[in-house]
Structures are given as structure tokens and as C-alpha cells.
């Protein structure tokens, strides 16, 4: 059984989080700067009546920053919720069959039409954010 | 039969009041001020509570409830409790609370047990447990999750209207449109208020269950002491109780273990065997102060001077890791506590103060704002955001213009002080445009004094919901959280005593740069310095100096050519001046640099030829942010100066 998995695009590579995780999407819209905040998170900005913090996946990757990004997908993990910044939402699929991966953000890694996918631990990505000092 | 959960949460609610209640009368018999019906009122207690359960199927809560009304026996004739039954019953009072939560009773050992864990010792404050002081019949129990969604929805709806009545464009705001609106905005933010007292609650909710552990304390101590409770009545914010309880609790739990002396070495230094630890509770506005204190040892005369020099007594107790520094063995433990106790005060917009006189007493005070809620702002921009200061910690709002002098350490005048003042932008270490010629100084009030945040403009007062940024962005020190407002944006909402700190600090401090040129942001470049002087040697031997430093010198030989070189590229984030020179002396060039806008806030040390006060009183008068004598050229004086104002 394998669990379904929402696929974002981050400057051109594939990544994957678990559905059970993803509360919802939204359009990237207004995020106010946070100054003297880990450069990982780009600010803060409301969604349903909430501050959420804004985790700029292309820095966590160490990936280019092309434009804006244009989406944020709000995760949850333990009472934590944060929303990531990519820059497309693809598919909402199974997960391939998962090889173990060398980055500790990584729960897994697959390969779909041709193109290598990570799934994101979201535990440790937000660990890492956290513990990141200003 | 089977009897649902509500009733059965509802018997708990009742019986887990009268158990207090039971409680509280067998302390005030041991204590010797019982009333003379304190017997009757035990067993009416008792009897409910046996009858009740009885009814919902608890039978272990109705047979403990039996067995304590026995216990009781003589006393329903006598009409008076005798003082040995007293502990008996106290225990059995455990027995009972633990049975009519459905966990069963603790074996009698464990409840005196001397393990000094916190947990352990002091029951936690009752979350589930209301007020008892309103009478069954005019109150309903509701569950508090409730009240919470309830209060989120009535501060949503008030601010969605004020985000509607902001977005309906001019032409439709018609008289009877504003007024409606205006109608709306007080019904909303009546509703808003009214559920928010909902959720207040009295101190009395946390503080009921000390009375009973500070005496459990002391007695596995081998202390004597008198605890007083005052004015918990006053009402706080139920989303501050769980960790206000926990804070006083850490606070008393000092004050039995490490602050009161044995009876034999209070009687040794002269003071009544028996020690007095005085809770009081008490409004001050939209602020509630919760202090506690004693009569006891007091802190070291060290700890006291180290407090004065820092500014607070509080901040050097509560360091982490205090209570391992091998001077000051008798406050073993205390820091743990301490440090977790003023975060929770801080966290929440509050302070942790606290006084102290060797050998006579403490008293450590916790102010909090009454309401998490809603908070009080003071609106003000730096670089494009708008940021929020909770009225609580803000004195005065006042613009910095040029009859202002920015002496040293950057420090404004107010109100015949002087106080040391910071760029919000570079406290929150931010980077960004450089602040406009006539800033606004925000006066911060805090435990430690008074200081000066420097932002761009005020931008009015409001009353915003504050919602905490949350934990992944806990370790960025600063913010108490952000608030949406009526057009939509966010305003971060700042921690005065944050700020307070950091700018009593020094930290950080960047005088800017000549307007139009914006603030190096990642790598730092070297800082430069213009040199004037009309004697080469003494030119050169400054340059070396700041060369060797790390600073990028350029040099003029009297004020004029120095003033065309800064007109020219303004190419200098500070400049040491001479002040004898031809064609332009150093005062001259000093009033035409503070004269013209872009220039108004570049650092200038004046160097004075004689140690005289003449030259540094018009120095300083002219704007100068500082100044070092020639005479005997000093040069560690020159370099800490010139860091001090600009260096990394």
C-alpha cells in the first residue's frame, strides 16, 4: 500500500509530500518579510485566519530563485503548521517504489516518468528550520 | 444502566469543587480560624458528594466519601473537627479526588514522598475546575474549547467587518452606509469583549491549590510557615492561567525551598520561627500583578550588585545556569525555574521583576497584560512594514529633529534623560533604507530603563488580535507575534522588553550611510572614514591607524575640501574631524554637515587639541556624535571610538 503523495515542482525538481500532511493549497499571494528570521523562512502570511510561516523551498534545497513563487502549500506535523513555497503543483498519485536517500530533509526518493522525485520529511524539514539560529 | 459521559463530566466538575472545598475548611481547622460550623459544612460536602455518585454508578467515590463522613462521627455531635483527624482526612481528600477523576487512588506512601520534583509536589493547577464562586443555579458549565472557537469567531467577525467597510469603495459610502457601518463595528466589537470576559477567569483558579502545597512543603522541610493569599479574585485571560500557574508555582516553590530559613536559624538571626510567604494579586489597568513575596534570607549582596549593574535583578537570576556557579550553593536550583519563568512573562507580553534585600526578604513580581487577546498598539513604519508596540511598554513617541543632539552611543534627549537609542531595522537585524533626516524616537519602557527605537514614522494607535508567529519561528527573538488589519496587511507586533534589551545592549547599532545608499546587506564592506586635518603627520598617523583596522581612509586637509568631497560622492560613513583648520574649521564643517538633510545622521568625531571642556561642549552643541583629545594621541582611544559608532 502505497501512501498518495501531492507533487510540487521547486526550480524545475520534483518533490513530493504526503497527503496527510497537506492541508491545502493557495496562490503564493502578499508574504510579509519577517527581518532578522532564518533565511530559510521568507516571512509570515495569513491563511484562514492564521500566521503561518512561509518556508522558502529553494533555499532549504540550495536551488535558484528565478521568480516568485507562485504557490504555497500549507503542511501540518504535529501542531506545526507551515506553508512551503514552490513554484507548481503537479499530481496527486501514489508513491513509486521509494529508495532510501542521502539528504536527512528526505524521507525516500522515487523515479516517475522519467524524472527523480523526493518526498519531503517534514519533520526534519522543519527542524531544521527551527533550529536554524537568526 | 449506563450513564453518559456529559453527566458523568458533569459530576466531576461539582464533586472535584466540593473537594476543595472540604479541603479548604480542614486547612483553615488546622490552621485554628475555623468557623464554628466548619463540621457541618464537611459533612454536607461529604454527603452530596456520596449521594451523587451513588446516582452516576461511581460506588469506590460514594464508599471513600462514606468512610471520610464516619471518620467524622464525633464531630457531628461535638460540632467541632478534631485537629489529629485533620491529615487523615486531608490525605483521604487525595483519595477521594484521585477516585472521582477515575484514576485510582495513589498508595498512601506516595503522597508524602520527599522526591523533590516539581510535578510531583504540587498538584497542577485545575484546568477543568471554574471558579466556585457562583452559585449553581445562575451559572451553566460550558466546555472551555467552546468558549475559544467561540471567541475566535467574534474577533474574526470583527475584523472581517472592518476589513469590509475598508474595501467598499467611496462612492457607495453614503451617510446611511456609515452609519450602518459604524453600528456594525460597535455590535461586533461589543460581542468580542463580552465573550472575551467569558473567557477570564479568577486567579483563585491556580491559586486555590497553593495554600495546601506550600503547607506540604514546609512540612517535609521542617519549616514553619504562614502563607497568605490576597486578592485572587482579580480575572485573567484563561489562556494565561496554565502557564501563569506554572510560573508561580516554580516562584513559590523558591521561596519554601530556598528562601525561608529553619526555624532554628530564623530564631538564630533574630526572626520569628516562622517564615511569611504572602501571595497578592492585584489590576493595574489592562495589566495584573501577581507578586509573591517573603521574609526570608534574601539574595547575596553580589547577586543584588551584579542586578544593579546589569539594570535588573531579574535578568541576572533568571540567567540559565546561575544555580551551577559554586558561589552561591544556596540558590542551587533556582535558575532552572527562574529562566523558564520570565520567557512564559515575556512570551506573553509581560515582565518578571524582582526585589531583594539581603537577609530581610524577596519579592518577585509578575506582570502580565490581562488579556492575550486583544492588545493595544502603537502603529509605527520602518522600511515599507508596519510594526505594532503594545501601548503597555511604550512611554512617548517624539521626532527626532536636529536641535536633538546624537551624542556617542547614538542617544536622544527626553525629558531632561539621556537615552540610548537604536535603528528598529538593525535591532530586529534587519538591513534596508536608512532611516528619513527627522526619524521618530519610540520611548520603551522596561525593567532595565528607558531607551529609544528609531523608526520612520507613527502610524497611529489601534487594537489588534495578536496571533503568535509560531514555533518555527520562535528562535527569531523580538516578535510577540503578527495582527491582521483592516486592509488586509500584516503588522508584526513587537516585544518592548526585547527591544529594550537589545538596545541597552549596544547591539548592533549602524548609524546609516548618506541617504541613497542603502545599507550593505550580506558581506559587510569595509567602513570609511574621512580624515581631516590640516597637519599631514597627524592625517597620516590616523589613516595607519584605521587602515591597519580594516577602514578605508580618505583624507582633506581643512573643512572646506572635506565638505566638497562629501557633497561630491558622500563617500564616508564617518568622519574625524580637527577642529583648528583654515578656510573651514572643524565646527563649521560640523554645522554644514548637520545642516543638509542627507548628512544629518553621519557619525563625526571632533578631535579636541586640549583636553577642554570648550571644545567639546561646542563639539557636542554643533552635533557631534563624539570626541577624543589630541594631546597624548591615544591610539586605542581613536579606534574604540570609531568602532563604536560604525565598526563591526
Known sequence: MSPTELQVVVAGERYALPVTAVIEATAFGDVTRIAGAPAAVMGVRPVRGQVLPVIDLHVVFGLPLEAAPRWIVVVEHEQVVAGLAVDGLLDVAPAGPMRPSESPLLAGEATADGALVGTIAIDALFERVAGVAA | ?648
Open chain 2, 1 to 648: 444502566m449506563t450513564v453518559s459521559g456529559d453527566i458523568i463530566s458533569i459530576f466531576r466538575g461539582e464533586a472535584g469543587e466540593r473537594v476543595d472545598r472540604i479541603v479548604e475548611v480542614l486547612l483553615s481547622v488546622e490552621r485554628g480560624d475555623a468557623t464554628p460550623e466548619a463540621a457541618d459544612a464537611l459533612m454536607r460536602e461529604l454527603h452530596s458528594v456520596k449521594g451523587a455518585a451513588a446516582i452516576v454508578g461511581l460506588d469506590d467515590v460514594s464508599s471513600l466519601a462514606h468512610a471520610m463522613e464516619e471518620s467524622l462521627g464525633d464531630a457531628r455531635t461535638s460540632g467541632a473537627v478534631a485537629a489529629e483527624l485533620v491529615e487523615p482526612l486531608l490525605r483521604a481528600a487525595d483519595d477521594l479526588r484521585e477516585a472521582i477523576a477515575g484514576r485510582s487512588p495513589a498508595p498512601a506512601t506516595a503522597t508524602s514522598a520527599a522526591a523533590p520534583g516539581p510535578a510531583a509536589d504540587v498538584p497542577p493547577p485545575g484546568r477543568e475546575a471554574p471558579p466556585p464562586e457562583t452559585d449553581r443555579r445562575t451559572s451553566i458549565r460550558v466546555d472551555a474549547g467552546r468558549v475559544d472557537r467561540l471567541l475566535d469567531l467574534a474577533g474574526e467577525a470583527a475584523l472581517h467587518h472592518r476589513r469590509m467597510a475598508h474595501a467598499l469603495a467611496p462612492e457607495v459610502r453614503t451617510h446611511v452606509v456609515d452609519d450602518l457601518l459604524d453600528e456594525g463595528d460597535m455590535l461586533l466589537t461589543g460581542l468580542h469583549e463580552s465573550t472575551l470576559e467569558l473567557r477570564t477567569v479568577e486567579l483563585s483558579t491556580v491559586t486555590g491549590q497553593f495554600t495546601r502545597a506550600v503547607r506540604d512543603l514546609a512540612h517535609e522541610q521542617g519549616k514553619e510557615i504562614a502563607f497568605e493569599v490576597d486578592g485572587d479574585s482579580i480575572r485573567l485571560d484563561r489562556a494565561l492561567l496554565e502557564g501563569t500557574g506554572d510560573a508561580l508555582t516554580h516562584i513559590l516553590r523558591n521561596a519554601v525551598d530556598h528562601a525561608i530559613e529553619t526555624p532554628d536559624v530564623r530564631e538564630r538571626v533574630g526572626k520569628s520561627r516562622q517564615g511569611h510567604i504572602h501571595l497578592r494579586g492585584e489590576q493595574q489597568g489592562d495589566r495584573v500583578c501577581i507578586e509573591v513575596s517573603d521574609d526570608g534570607r534574601g539574595v547575596s549582596s553580589e547577586l543584588l550588585t551584579r542586578g544593579r549593574h546589569a539594570g535588573s535583578l531579574a535578568a541576572v537570576l533568571s540567567e540559565p545556569g546561575l544555580s551551577t556557579a559554586p558561589s552561591v550553593t544556596h540558590l542551587s536550583g533556582r535558575g532552572v525555574g527562574l529562566d523558564a519563568v520570565r520567557r512564559h512573562a515575556e512570551a506573553v507580553g509581560g515582565t518578571l521583576e524582582i526585589e531583594s534585600v539581603p537577609g530581610e526578604g524577596t519579592a518577585v513580581r509578575l506582570v502580565l497584560p490581562v488579556t492575550l487577546a486583544v492588545t493595544h498598539v502603537l502603529l509605527t513604519e520602518r522600511a515599507g512594514q508596519v510594526y505594532g508596540v503594545p501601548m503597555s511598554g511604550v512611554t512617548s513617541a517624539v521626532t527626532v529633529d536636529s536641535h536633538m543632539s546624537l551624542r556617542g552611543q547614538r542617544s536622544i534627549e527626553f525629558d531632561g534623560d539621556s537615552l540610548r537609542a537604536a535603528d528598529l531595522l538593525t535591532l530586529l537585524g534587519g538591513s534596508g533604507e536608512a532611516l528619513p533626516p527627522r526619524p521618530t524616537a519610540i520611548v520603551v519602557n522596561a525593567p532595565a530603563g528607558r531607551v529609544a527605537v528609531l523608526c520612520d514614522r507613527v502610524a497611529g494607535e489601534e487594537d489588534l488580535v495578536v496571533k503568535p508567529l509560531g514555533r518555527l519561528l520562535s528562535t527569531t527573538p523580538g516578535y510577540l507575534g503578527a495582527a491582521l488589519r483592516g486592509d488586509g496587511r500584516l503588522a508584526l507586533v513587537l516585544d518592548p522588553a526585547h527591544l529594550a534589551r537589545a538596545v541597552a545592549m549596544g547591539q548592533a547599532d549602524r548609524p546609516a550611510s548618506p541617504a541613497g545608499s542603502p545599507l550593505a546587506t550580506a558581506a559587510p564592506t569595509a567602513r570609511r572614514v574621512l580624515v581631516v586635518d590640516d597637519q599631514f603627520t597627524v592625517r597620516e598617523l590616523q589613516r595607519s591607524i584605521l587602515e591597519a583596522a580594516g577602514y578605508r581612509v580618505t583624507t582633506a586637509r581643512d573643512g572646506q575640501e572635506a565638505w566638497r568631497m562629501l557633497l561630491d560622492d558622500g563617500s564616508a560613513d564617518l568622519v574625524v574631524t580637527d577642529i583648528e583648520m583654515p578656510h573651514m574649521d572643524g565646527i563649521e564643517l560640523l554645522q554644514a554637515i548637520r545642516a543638509r538633510p542627507a548628512l544629518e545622521s553621519l557619525p563625526v568625531v571632533v578631535v579636541t587639541s586640549r583636553a577642554g571642556k570648550d571644545d567639546e561642549r561646542r563639539g557636542l552643541e554643533a552635533g557631534a556624535d563624539a570626541y577624543i583629545s589630541k594631546g597624548g594621541f591615544d591610539q586605542q582611544a581613536l579606534l574604540d571610538t570609531v568602532g563604536r559608532l560604525i565598526g563591526s
